[in-house]
């Protein structure tokens, strides 16, 4: 929906569920990305420069396919960034890679101590699997290729494989949302930064954006009236970043239906300790 539609139909599932569901996804997710076992594992790939191996790893559910397919599915990416994942698949197999993810994660859960109970992980499986054998996976396509990966036997990196799936269904709904509002793949950087949610530093470092790149993005959500002229957001931009987010939970809120809002909350509580247990480590503090 545009964020000029006032037409909406009522969500199948609440949305402050939806909300808090997929921060605590969001954040169980997010230490594949930063732990030293990825760079290590990606060395030993053949790829030391960080934003190719980044690439690599989460594209192998993709297969070998080729960088601008990769620029596709990731929507906020810079083109130039994207390109310099071009060798990875001589390098290593999207397989090879694949495996090399789930053993990240493997040594990872296991070095920060993540307290994950058999039971514990038995339910939140019992919450997750049908969600995410339900899901519409038409035009999710990072989502649908996370979801054709045979789950692995260690049963954590199970439960995380299929917490990724999730995570991506949401990106990939984020990214429609923000092609229907007419929000470019800088431009959402640009905003997401000047709302902060992140460190421009960080957004700057891992997408790759140019400095004429990320000023004539600033430029058009100035004129938009989203940013004032020195970069920082308007209220108007707030309130757009807002209605962006809440129109992503509505698009999620069918994802979730099969288990309702009470059980979606009961699977953020049970999936709490992995990011509990990267936070008490240090990984998140280049975040900063």
């Known amino acids: 929906m545009l964020l000029t539609d006032p037409v909406r139909p009522r969500p199948l599932v609440d949305l402050d569920a939806v909300r808090e569901v997929s921060r605590a996804v969001s954040d169980a997710h997010l230490f594949i990305y930063l732990v030293r076992e990825a760079r290590t594992m990606a060395a030993e ?29 990731f929507y906020n990416f810079s083109p130039q960034w994207v390109r310099s994942m071009t060798g990875v698949w001589d390098a290593a197999a999207p397989e090879r890679w694949q495996s090399a993810r789930f053993a990240v994660a493997a040594r990872a859960l296991r070095r920060v101590g993540v307290e994950l109970t058999a039971d514990r992980i038995a339910e939140a499986r019992s919450l997750v699997d049908p969600v995410v054998a339900a899901a519409d996976y038409a035009g999710k396509p990072l989502a649908a290729a996370n979801a054709s990966v045979a789950l692995p036997p260690d049963p954590l990196v199970a439960l995380w494989q299929q917490i990724t799936v999730v995570r991506e269904w949401r990106g990939d709904a984020h990214f429609l949302v923000l092609a229907a509002n007419r929000v470019g793949p ?7 930064t000047a709302t902060g949610r992140l460190p421009v530093g960080v957004v ?12 004539a993005a600033t430029a058009r959500l100035t004129a938009r009236g989203w940013l004032h002229a020195d970069g920082t957001v308007t209220e108007a931009g707030l309130a757009a970043r807002e209605r962006i987010e809440v129109e992503t939970d ?11 809002a009470q059980k979606a909350r009961r699977f953020a509580a049970l999936i709490a300790p992995i990011h509990d247990a990267f936070a008490a480590a240090g990984t998140f503090d280049q975040l900063r």
């Open 250 to 260: 509505e698009h999620c809120a069918d994802f979730w239906a099969p288990i309702g």
């Open 204 to 215: 700057r470092a891992t997408r790759g954006w140019t400095d004429e790149e990320w000023d």
């Open 186 to 192: 800088c431009e959402c950087n640009v905003l997401h």
């Open 45 to 73: 790939l053949g790829v030391t420069a960080r934003g190719p191996a980044y690439l690599a790893f989460r594209a192998a559910a993709l297969g070998a396919v080729p960088w601008q397919v990769v620029l596709a599915t």
